[in-house]
């Protein structure tokens, strides 16, 4: 079974083992050869640079890479949706998706007991792992959204807050594109499909129906009750580090736990998480140990439990610098950039218009 090491040799390592030969003919499968790498790519340990620039050492065509940098480029161009939208990707952001039945989420999604054999164990490895397949999230979030006729809000929360790549943009509008909200079509599988591509041959559920019938299914049973997302998170409570008031300060965070980030430099570091922005988007308790882990490839973090606007009690905003992120806007100090594959910037309406960019660069 899959784990996630927090040790950045072994994530290194795990860039090294990429077969994206392999990857482009399996991905869709429940056992294909996917990199699960997203993880540190969310946290910020790695970026889609990395990835790609060892994609490249490979020297492989084009052809037999293009389907995993086409991916690495879906993450690029989220996050390119998330600093052009801002806060606005908690809405819908092309259609208003309909027709909805609740702002809640399906219990038997919560309680893994839909009754589709593959979809509930998904769901029990959610919790236990921190981790589920890319095709597996779309069946869950169609069965949400499409079947249940819940809006994507709601569980996609759930869904960020149980994994360890939870990335508010990734996943949103991932949500957002299966509902219909961020797409002109909702997405559909049925039980056939489901078979196909996680191994089982389950029959007789209420996804066991031709393509055709799914506009017009009734909310099957089993879907109809629906719960809401509430979730009690806490933070460590670490008291305040010893911190200097003038000494350059670089300053991590969830989105940002990049071991190499001016390495070795005789400065001041500080993994800041903010009360107010996870009473927000909630996580859970291996979520946020998971990222604790991760800091520990960092020497001397000090780990400051609080606003920003606590932390400048203790350290000038004039030594700060911080790494640039939607999630941090009201940060003082110096921003710099972050990497990206491409220079490519900007809103772009669909990801193809945002790929062909891209590539051109690529
Ligand atoms: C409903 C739903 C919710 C999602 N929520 C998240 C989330 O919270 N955080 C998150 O990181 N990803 C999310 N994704 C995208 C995708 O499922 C994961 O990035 C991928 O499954 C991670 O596994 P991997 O690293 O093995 O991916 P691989 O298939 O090995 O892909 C390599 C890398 O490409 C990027 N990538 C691949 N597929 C996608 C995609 N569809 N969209 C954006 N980037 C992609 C990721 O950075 C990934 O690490 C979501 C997708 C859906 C459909």
Redesign the pocket.
């Known amino acids: 079974m899959i784990n996630f090491p927090t040790d950045i040799l072994a994530i290194e390592n795990r860039i090294r083992q ?1 077969d994206p030969v392999k ?1 482009s003919n399996t ?1 869709n499968h429940k056992d ?1 050869a ?9 946290r910020g340990v790695i970026s ?1 640079r990395q ?1 790609y620039q060892h994609i490249q050492t490979l020297d492989l065509p084009w052809h037999k890479t293009e389907k ?1 940098i086409q ?2 480029a ?2 690029d ?2 996050q390119q949706v998330w600093i052009a939208k801002k806060e606005g990707i908690r809405q819908d952001l092309k259609n208003i998706q309909t027709p909805i039945s609740n702002y809640q989420i399906p219990k038997a999604i919560l309680h893994a007991n839909t009754g589709i054999e593959e979809i509930d164990i998904a769901i029990k490895h959610l919790y236990t792992l921190g ?5 597996m ?2 069946y ?2 169609s069965i949400c959204c499409n079947i249940a006729n819940s809006h994507w809000l709601e569980p ?1 929360k759930w ?2 807050s149980h ?1 360890l ?7 949103f ?3 957002q ?2 509902s219909g909200a961020f797409s002109n079509k909702k997405y559909y599988a049925n039980q056939n499909n489901i078979n196909n591509f996680f191994n089982s041959t389950q029959q007789n559920t209420f996804l066991d129906v031709e393509y055709s019938a799914f506009e017009n299914l009734d909310i099957p049973e089993i879907l109809k009750e629906t719960v809401p997302f509430e979730f009690d998170m806490k933070l460590p409570d670490t008291g305040n580090p010893k911190l200097e008031k003038k000494k350059t300060t670089l300053i991590y965070n969830y989105y940002n736990i990049d071991p190499y980030w001016h390495k070795d430099q005789e400065v001041q570091r500080i993994f800041l998480l903010e009360p107010s922005f996870f009473a927000k988007n909630p996580v859970n308790q291996k979520c946020i140990n998971f990222a604790i882990q991760l800091t520990k490839n960092i020497e001397d973090i000090k780990m400051f439990v609080g606003e920003f606007s606590k932390l400048t009690e203790f350290v000038d905003p004039d030594h700060i610098i911080f790494k640039e992120h939607p999630c941090n806007r009201y940060y003082q100090g110096k921003e710099v950039p972050r990497e990206w594959m491409s220079s490519i910037t900007g809103f772009y309406p669909s990801f193809f218009s945002f790929w062909k960019k891209c590539k051109k660069e690529l």
């Open positions: 990429i990857y991905r294909g996917v990199t699960h790498l997203s993880p540190y790519i969310s889609t990835v995993l991916e690495l879906w993450r161009y989220w981790y589920m397949h890319n095709h999230r779309m869950v979030a996609a869904m960020y994994l790549d939870g990335d508010l943009a990734s996943n509008l991932s949500w594109w299966v």
